[in-house]
């Protein structure tokens, strides 16, 4: 079985900093992309960020210069640093991966079930 499983959030003033990390584990062979959406209430999942397995990222316009995200693919964990955060990035944050596994089907989509980061003051 393979899950993935987050950490770090929580509540944090506006301006402050939050990392989040995602650890995958189970029977994988490999990972693809690795990412963050989050969903804040009443609104629609969206992405905030991904990662390739070599390192190439790509962000939503609303948390670029903002957020950064990382991976350690020995370690297979995704990371997003949060910094100046706003009360619009209150929101539920999902980590999703693009895993190969060790059985069949071999590929597949996972997501975490989520952890809440807050922005208020």
């Known amino acids: 079985q393979v899950q993935l499983v987050e950490s770090g959030g929580g509540l944090v003033q506006p301006g402050g900093s939050l990392r989040l990390s995602c650890a995958a584990s189970?029977?994988?062979?490999?990972?693809?992309?690795m990412g963050w959406y989050r969903q804040a209430p009443e609104k629609e999942r969206e992405l905030v960020a991904t990662?390739?397995?070599?390192?190439?990222?790509n962000y939503a316009d609303s948390v670029k210069g903002r957020f950064t995200i990382s991976r350690d693919n020995a370690k297979n964990t995704v990371y997003l640093q949060m910094d100046s955060l706003k009360p619009e990035d209150t929101a539920a944050y999902y980590c999703?991966?693009?895993?190969?596994?060790?059985?069949?089907?071999?590929?597949?989509?996972?997501w975490g079930k989520g952890i809440l980061v807050t922005v208020s003051s």
């Open positions: 189970g029977s994988i062979r490999s990972i693809n992309a």
């Open positions: 990662i390739t397995s070599g390192g190439s990222t």
């Open positions: 999703n991966a693009d895993i190969i596994r060790t059985y069949w089907p071999y590929g597949r989509d996972y």
